[in-house]
C-alpha cells in the first residue's frame, strides 16, 4: 500500500433482538460511538462505507451507504458512500475498502460501519438469505441450508481427523464464557458442555447450540492515514494487513472440505504483508458461525496444525492463559451474528484488546491481533491483522 | 490520487430480456469481451468488483463478487471479489472502487463488472425494487413509486422553468434515435414525438415511452496503472476523475426539486480533479432513467444552465453536430437499464468514443468524455472524465 492506514476508534450497538431500533439508526448509533472516540467532527469524514448483506431482502430498502450518511445528518457533505457486500463477509470487506480509499490518497478520514436488521422478518426467509451466500442454484434451490452446507464440512473433518461433537460444543461453551463477560452480546451467559449437546439437532453433527444465532446491531470504526491518526488520538492501531480472498461458492467444487482455502490465501497474504508469523498472533476474533467454523479457521489460519483444531478448545488452548485468545468477544455465537455487523465488531473488539481497553475480557499485553471473517461457506474470507501503532498524542 | 489508472477494455451483453442467459452467465461473457480487448490474461488479474443492485432479491443470490470470480473459473486464484451497491448507480460506484484499488498500490490488474437480471420476477417486484434505492421507510411504505418521485420533480421544472411535455418526449425520441445504431440496445428503434406523448401515463407528466424500460445485461472494464496500460494496449483511456457523492435518500429533505445536488457535487469535484471545464466535454453518457432526469443531468453537470436543460434535445443541442452528444448509445431508455450493469455500459460507450471504434454512433474526434449515474433519485451520484492517453503499444 502507498501509505498506512490506522483505525482512530471504533463503536457497536448492542447486539440482540433490538425491535425499538431500526436499521437506520442501528448504524447510525455505533459510527457516533466511533465517531466520539475518534475526535473527529462530522465535516472531517471524507467517504463512508456500509457493509450490510441483505438489507434490500431483510428491510426492503437497498441503497444503505447514502442512507447512513443520510441518517447522520451528513447529507450536506455530499459524501461519496458505498455499501459493500460479501455474504456475512461484508463488514470486514467494507473494512478493507475504507483501508484501500485511505491508502489510494483520495480519502483521508473514512468511517465504515457494519449493519444487519434480522429479526423484523419471517423466520424461513432468513434462512433462505443465509443460504443466498451460498451458491443459490447449486445448494440452495436444492434444499440446503448454510447450517446444512457447515454440517457436511463438520462431519468429514470427523471422519479424517477424529473430530467429536464434544470438541465442537466445547467451541461454543468456550465462546459463551467469553461472552458472559460482554455487555454488549446478545446471549452473555455461560452454557455447559451438556447444554449445547442436548440442545435440539439443526443439521447433523450441528445443534442449535453449535449455530450463532442471527440477530439486529451494527458495529463501526474510523480510518485515517497513520501520521494523522498519531495527531488526532492517544492509541491508534495500525492495520498491518488487509487481505482477502474468494473460493468457489459452492462445496461441490473444492478439493476438500476440511479447510477452506480462502482462509489460507487471506491468511498467508496477511502475514506476508504484516510481516508477522501465526505464533505471533495473541488475540483473534474468527468466523464461528458454526461450532465447526471455528474449528476450520484456526487450522487454516495457521494457530494450530490441521486435524488439531477440534483439540484447542477443550485442552483451553484458545482462551485466556492458552496459545492464543480466540474470540474474547464471544465470536459470533455469543455476540450474535448481525452479518453485516461481524467483521467491524471483530475489528472493535481487537482494537480494544490491543488498547487494553477491554475490561473483563484484556488479554494481557496483547500486541498484535487478527479479525476473520467468512462469507457464506467461504466464498469469501477477509483477514485484518491489526498492531498497537504506538506514538499517539 | 497516488497514481493514475487507466481502462485497457471493455465489453457488454446485449441488453434486453435475456432469457436464455442467467445472471452468472452474463457477467462472465461482459467480463470475457473485456478482458479480451485489454490482452491480458485470467491468471494476471488483481482483484474482480461487482455492481449490482439487487440480486438478492431479482435472483435470490448475494455475495455476487466471489460468484463472478467462480463462474469465469478463476476461482483457484483466491482473488478478493467484492459486490458494490449503490442503488442503480451501483456499477458505476463499482468502477470507483476498482480505480481506488488501482490507485492505492494494492492492485494492478482489476476487473469492474456490473450486471441485473430483472425478467424472470413479477412486475411489482421490479417495482419494488426500483424504489428501494430511494426511501423505503419515507417515500416506499407510503406508496411512492421511482416514476412517482422523478415525477415530482418533473412537476416542479415545468412549473419553474416552463419546461414541456414535448421537450421530455424529445429526450426519450433523440435517445432512441441514437439507440437505433446500436446492435446491442434492448429497444434499438427509432419513436415518433407523438408515440411518446400518447403513450400510456405512467406518473404525469411522465408516460411510458419517458421511462428507462428494466431489462437483463451486463458490462465490464478493465483498469490497471497508466503505465502499465501503455505497455499491455494501444489505446488506454485514462481515468481522469472519478468523483461520486450522496444527498438524502428522500426528496422531501431537499432544498430544490429542480436540480440533483449530488450530481453537482460529483461534477464540480471531477471538474477540478480532471482540470477540465463542462466546455470540455464532447460526448456524455447520462442517467436518463426518465426523461427529466436528463434533462437535471445536464443542466447540473454544466452543459446547460439551470432551466434551460428543457429546450436541448429539441434545439439538437444534444445530438451529433450539437453542443455534446448525450447518450450516443441509446442511454438508459433506449438500451435498457439493467441498474448494476449501467453505469459500466456508459463507460464502455465512452471508451468505444474516445478509441473511435463507435462506429455509426462516432462522435468526430472525441477526447474528453464524461459518465454519470445516479441511484434511486439521486442519492448517490457518481462522476467519471474519461480521456485518450495515448502513448500506447
Given at each position: 500500500m502507498t501509505r498506512e492506514v490506522a483505525i482512530l476508534g471504533a463503536g457497536?450497538?448492542?447486539?440482540?433482538?433490538?425491535?425499538?431500533?431500526?436499521?437506520?439508526?442501528?448504524?447510525?448509533?455505533?459510527?457516533?460511538?466511533?465517531?466520539?472516540?475518534?475526535?473527529?467532527?462530522?465535516?472531517?469524514?471524507?467517504?463512508?462505507?456500509?457493509?450490510s448483506m441483505s438489507a434490500g431482502r431483510l428491510i426492503g430498502q437497498e441503497h444503505a451507504g447514502a442512507m447512513a450518511v443520510d441518517e447522520a445528518g451528513l447529507a450536506g457533505l455530499?459524501?461519496?458512500?458505498?455499501?459493500?457486500?460479501?455474504?456475512?463477509?461484508?463488514?470486514?470487506?467494507?473494512?478493507?475498502?475504507?483501508?484501500?480509499?485511505?491508502?489510494?490518497?483520495?480519502?483521508?478520514?473514512v468511517v465504515v460501519g457494519g449493519v444487519e436488521k434480522m429479526t423484523d422478518v419471517l423466520e424461513d426467509e432468513t434462512t433462505r438469505v443465509l443460504v443466498s451466500a451460498a451458491d443459490r442454484e447449486w445448494e440452495g434451490f436444492?434444499?440446503?441450508?448454510?447450517?446444512?452446507?457447515?454440517?457436511?464440512?463438520?462431519?468429514?473433518?470427523?471422519h479424517e481427523y477424529g473430530t467429536t461433537r464434544e470438541q465442537l460444543a466445547a467451541v461454543s461453551v468456550k465462546n459463551h464464557a467469553h461472552g458472559a463477560k460482554n455487555d454488549r452480546a446478545a446471549y452473555p451467559f455461560t452454557l455447559t458442555l451438556d447444554k449445547v449437546l442436548d440442545?435440539?439437532?439443526?443439521?447433523?453433527?450441528?445443534?442449535?447450540?453449535d449455530c450463532a444465532a442471527p440477530?439486529?446491531?451494527?458495529?463501526?470504526?474510523?480510518?485515517?492515514p497513520l501520521e494523522l491518526a498519531r495527531e488526532l488520538v492517544d492509541d491508534p492501531v495500525v492495520v498491518a494487513a488487509s487481505e482477502q480472498a474468494s473460493d468457489t461458492l459452492a462445496l461441490h467444487?473444492?478439493?476438500?472440505?476440511?479447510?477452506?482455502?480462502?482462509?489460507?490465501?487471506?491468511?498467508?497474504?496477511?502475514?506476508?504483508?504484516?510481516?508477522?508469523?501465526?505464533a505471533d498472533i495473541q488475540v483473534a476474533e474468527v468466523h464461528d458461525s458454526y461450532t465447526i467454523a471455528e474449528i476450520l479457521s484456526i487450522e487454516d489460519l495457521g494457530f494450530f496444525p490441521k486435524g488439531e483444531g477440534g483439540s484447542a478448545a477443550p485442552k483451553g488452548l484458545t482462551t485466556y492463559g492458552g496459545r492464543v485468545v480466540v474470540n474474547p468477544g464471544g465470536g459470533l455465537k455469543a455476540r450474535g451474528h448481525a452479518l453485516g455487523a461481524t467483521g467491524l465488531a471483530q475489528a472493535a473488539e481487537v482494537v480494544a484488546q490491543l488498547r487494553g481497553t477491554a475490561g473483563a475480557r484484556q488479554v494481557a499485553d496483547a500486541e498484535v491481533g487478527l479479525a476473520h471473517a467468512l462469507g457464506g461457506t467461504g466464498g469469501t474470507a477477509v483477514v485484518h491483522v491489526l498492531r498497537r501503532a504506538g506514538g499517539g498524542r
Open positions: 457497536t450497538t448492542p447486539f440482540g433482538e433490538l425491535w425499538e431500533r431500526s436499521f437506520r439508526e442501528l448504524i447510525t448509533l455505533a459510527g457516533l460511538e466511533a465517531v466520539k472516540e475518534s475526535n473527529i467532527e462530522g465535516q472531517e469524514i471524507g467517504a463512508m462505507y456500509v457493509g455530499h459524501l461519496p458512500a458505498v455499501r459493500v457486500e460479501a455474504g456475512d463477509a461484508s463488514g470486514a470487506v467494507a473494512l478493507r475498502q475504507g483501508v484501500l480509499a485511505v491508502a489510494s490518497g483520495v480519502h483521508d478520514v436444492f434444499g440446503a441450508t448454510l447450517p446444512a452446507l457447515y454440517a457436511m464440512m463438520a462431519r468429514r473433518h470427523m440442545s435440539p439437532p439443526v443439521a447433523e453433527p450441528l445443534h442449535v447450540l440477530c439486529d446491531g451494527a458495529a463501526a470504526v474510523v480510518l485515517a467444487a473444492r478439493a476438500s472440505l476440511t479447510g477452506i482455502a480462502s482462509t489460507r490465501a487471506a491468511a498467508d497474504r496477511a502475514y506476508a504483508r504484516a510481516r508477522v508469523r501465526p
